[in-house]
């Protein structure tokens, strides 16, 4: 069966790219452009990984991680933010959330798959 993953990232570009390269590494992708959407999918397709940008246009995405880690449902999958923002406030801001990660912007288009795999349990 095809691993599942999220990308929720408001940049329509990112998005494809991101979208773009998991699709390429056999991933199933579904995409948010902001984090409202992104919580509602992953509580209806419990992904294997979330993507997600830090600055969204509702709400940071530490925020989301937050609502998705107090859901059962969701609590156990890996979020991997990615966000140009790689300042230690935005790290701080990242560091107590549990089973996530970290890649900074713009994405290193060879490694990002096997980053993001990394993250994922099985």
Partial sequence: MRKKALVVD?????????????????????????????IAIARKERPDIIIMDVRLPDMRGSEAAKILRQDKETSGIPIVFVTASVMAEGREEIKPIANSGFIGKPINTRTFV????????G
């Fill in 114 to 121: 096997t980053e993001i795999s990394q993250f994922i349990k």
């Fill in 10 to 38: 408001d940049n329509a570009n990112n998005l494809l790219l991101e979208k773009d390269l998991l699709e390429i590494a056999g991933f199933e992708v579904f995409e948010a452009e902001n984090a409202a959407v992104g």
